[in-house]
């Protein structure tokens, strides 16, 4: 989302005469765009905005500008205590840019952390600035109306909303046209994409949106993230099924095994739901790969609770998941109502048995894949080697061969003969 919204700041920014360096020495403004999903996020801020203070003293006119969730979590408070901040602006504000930096300038403080409703930055044309278009993100809808009680997402990126359809055609076909491979729609919850009134013949949801999405460009991969197990419709995996171009890959975070933690963390589904929506994608689907975020050491987590998580791990067979230790966050239903109760050690040995076991079925989720053609849309070189190219399956999962005679962009169909826990290594077919 981060990505997607920085695209959006350069280009208000450039709209409006200012240019992106790629040398932090050169730049007038620095813009730090940030999130504020759990402290260690934050607190990374904090250490660069202590870093950037010694860049200040040497250059006073230097303006530096927190932008993004954290932003709007700290509001005014980000000013207070000498951290040599000068700008203040929340994600829905980035219009507000040009004139908050004039403020700046002045010597003024600036600060806008208003919330929209309906700000979508819909007629703003991201700036891709890599020399090499392969993949692009183009958001669908913003903010979000639930209420995990963990999670600061809802106050920093207030209600949700939705992109009218025909901007997001026209976007992915601005895209295509540009030579883009790949387009991955975002949202916090894609699953509540809604245009036009609920219950109307002329309205449109996730589904519907993914399959005029997906007709319209026939020539490039569609991916979608994030979906949500209490939303996610059998609908999305019939339109997915439908459309060769639609990728077999779903991110439906879990967060706990649990239906006790799940309640507690009001996710609005329990084990059995989770499951059931783990069938039918695999019943619906014949290859699909289903990756997860998980929370170790959620408020009162007991060893149980957590054997259910490592159990329904192993019952799905994750392909991948991002792990994360619990941070409690202020102004949360959790911060407020529950105690952060599970020691620090508990935490950080439950989220080390998440990652062994994660470990264990990555490797095998990678191992299907021994031996096999699988296509590959090519993204850029790989990192360790100039000769061999970097790309992803449709099921996301990565992929590096050597190069031969193919190029930065191609479909290519690779053999599998080798694999890492992250990584499947082949060679291409022709
Ligand atoms: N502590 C730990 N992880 C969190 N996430 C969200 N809030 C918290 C928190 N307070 C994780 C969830 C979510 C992902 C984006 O971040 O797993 O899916
Ligand atoms: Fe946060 Fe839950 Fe919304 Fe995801 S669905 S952004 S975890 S409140």
Redesign the pocket.
């Known amino acids: 989302m981060n990505v997607a919204d920085s695209k959006i700041v350069v280009s208000i920014m450039q709209e409006n005469g200012y240019a992106v360096t790629q040398e932090i020495r050169q730049a007038d403004i620095i813009l730090i765009n940030t999130c504020s999903?759990?402290e260690n996020a934050e607190r990374r801020i904090w250490n660069r905005l202590a870093a950037l203070k010694k860049t200040k003293e040497k250059k006073p006119d230097l303006l530096v500008g927190i932008i993004g969730c954290m932003a709007e979590r700290l509001k005014e408070k980000l000013l207070e205590d000498e951290a040599g901040v000068d700008l203040v602006v929340g994600p829905d504000a980035y219009r507000d840019l040009p004139h908050l930096i004039s403020t700046a300038l002045t010597g003024q403080k600036a600060v806008n952390v208003m919330l929209s409703r309906e700000e979508m930055y819909g007629d703003i044309s991201p700036v891709y600035q890599d020399t090499q278009k392969v993949s692009a993100f183009v958001t669908i809808m913003r903010g979000c109306n639930n209420r995990?009680s963990?999670?600061?997402?809802p106050f920093v990126r207030g209600i949700e909303r939705s992109k009218d359809p025909e901007m997001i055609l026209a976007d992915v076909q601005r895209l295509s046209r540009l030579g883009f491979k790949e387009v991955t729609l975002i949202g916090q919850n894609v699953d509540s994409y809604r245009w036009g009134n609920r219950g109307r013949k002329s309205s449109l949801d996730f589904a519907r949106l993914l399959d005029a999405v997906a007709a319209s460009v026939p020539n490039l991969r569609i991916r979608f993230s994030?979906s949500h197990p209490k939303d996610m419709s059998d609908a999305v995996l019939h339109t997915m099924a439908t459309h060769s171009n639609i990728c077999k890959h779903i991110h439906l975070?879990v967060?706990s095994g649990s239906t006790r933690i799940l309640k507690l963390m009001n996710r609005g589904y329990t084990r059995e739901w989770y499951m059931d929506r783990i069938s039918a994608i695999r019943s619906i689907l014949s290859e699909c790969s289903v990756t997860t975020?998980?929370?170790a050491g959620f408020c009162t987590e007991t060893e149980k609770d957590h054997q259910d998580t490592l159990s329904l791990m192993k019952w799905t067979g994750f392909d991948f998941a991002?792990m994360?230790?619990?941070?409690?966050?202020p102004g949360?239903k959790a911060a407020s109502d529950l105690e952060d109760d599970v020691p620090e050690a508990v935490k950080g040995s439950r989220l080390n048995e998440i990652i062994t076991l994660q470990n264990s079925l990555s490797v095998k989720s990678k191992s299907k894949d021994l031996n096999r053609v699988v296509e590959v849309l090519a993204e850029r070189r790989s990192k360790r080697s100039e000769k061999d190219l970097f790309g992803r399956t449709s099921q996301n999962k990565v992929v590096v061969f050597p190069k031969g005679i193919h190029s930065i962009g191609d479909l290519v169909k690779v053999k599998i003969n080798a694999h890492t826990a992250a990584t499947l290594i082949g060679e291409a077919q022709e």
């Open positions: 999903v759990r995990c963990y999670c600061v997402v994030t975070p967060q975020d998980i929370i991002y994360f230790k619990y941070s409690e966050r949360t």
